[in-house]
């Protein structure tokens, strides 16, 4: 039997392999604008607000996917290193963090995310698997809501 390649075969095939690397290019370019270093300014988790009595204050520094967290030895502690692994096609946009470095290595906390401009919002539970929906942390729920701003050079 002789298969005969037509051009509309050819061009179906090229199309569904653009469309395999299409999310890769998508999260390339998420990762592409996070890089650099970001500044905490707002964490509410439980319904708590953690900025409210001006000791929390902690820095990401991204560099590919990885983010190494300085300031807040407590947080630090905790999570050091995280890797971020992203998926922008979705709605909410999810995010994937797993703790490379600090006392919660290994771990995997999944979320949502945001980012707008030089604004990076991050919701997760930290303790269970159901992702949050919505960018909301309330009360026994479980979920921190981050918000991260771009610091400038």
């Known amino acids: 039997m002789r298969w005969f390649v037509t051009p ?10 653009e469309g395999q690397d299409a999310p890769k290019d998508a999260v390339k370019k998420e990762l592409d604008r996070l890089q650099g270093t970001w500044k905490a300014t707002a964490l509410t988790y439980n319904g708590k607000d953690f900025f409210a009595d001006g000791k929390a204050s902690f820095q990401f520094i991204i560099k590919g996917d990885v983010a190494v967290i300085k300031g807040n030895d407590k947080v630090k502690k905790e999570y050091a290193k995280i890797r971020l692994k992203l998926d ?18 290994d771990a995997v906390i999944e979320g949502i995310y945001q980012l707008k401009g030089d604004e990076f919002k991050i919701c997760a539970r930290v303790f269970g698997t159901d992702r949050p929906s919505e960018f909301d942390s309330p009360e026994g729920s479980s979920i921190a809501l981050l918000v991260l701003k771009r610091e400038k050079p």
Request: net charge positive.
């Open 88 to 105: 922008p096609a979705t709605k909410p946009k999810i995010v994937d963090i797993t703790v490379t470095g600090g006392v919660q290595k």
């Open 8 to 17: 509309a075969v050819l061009l179906l095939g090229g199309a569904l392999l």
